[in-house]
């Protein structure tokens, strides 16, 4: 089993910056990529941005591209979402997701452990 815990959402201006959090315990070793996702209410998960546990690879939704930045830290097991310039259609749930075979991906349900979300609210 892997747990993840989000950390680091809130209310911000647009425009403003907030940097979200992602810690993996228990069986880390099995993890191969790490995603964000997000839920606006009444929308489907949607997807944010995906990074390989071990290479450098990372990919983005064109929606934030530019404008987010994933990175991880293997030696605190924990994944980091920047985000920067946030607009008003950032809001939403924030969730991390660990995906213990082959590398990361788009699809929510490709991925095996789901953190509990954090909320991310922008202001105009």
């Known amino acids: 089993q892997v747990q993840l815990v989000e950390s680091g959402g809130g209310l911000v201006q647009a425009g403003g910056s907030l940097r979200l959090s992602c810690a993996a315990s228990?069986?880390?070793?099995?993890?191969?990529?790490m995603g964000w996702f997000r839920q606006a209410p009444g929308k489907d998960r949607e997807f944010v941005s995906h990074i390989s546990w071990r290479g450098a690879r990372t990919y983005y939704a064109d929606s934030v591209k530019g404008r987010f930045t994933i990175s991880r830290d293997n030696a605190k097991n924990t994944v980091y979402l920047q985000m920067n310039n946030l607009k008003p259609e950032d809001t939403a749930v924030y969730y991390c997701?660990?995906?213990?075979?082959?590398?990361?991906?788009?699809?929510?349900?490709?991925?095996?452990?789901w953190g509990q979300g954090t909320q991310v609210t922008v202001s105009s």
């Open positions: 997701a660990a995906k213990t075979t082959g590398w990361g991906s788009v699809r929510s349900r490709e991925y095996d452990y």
């Open positions: 228990g069986r880390t070793f099995s993890i191969y990529a």
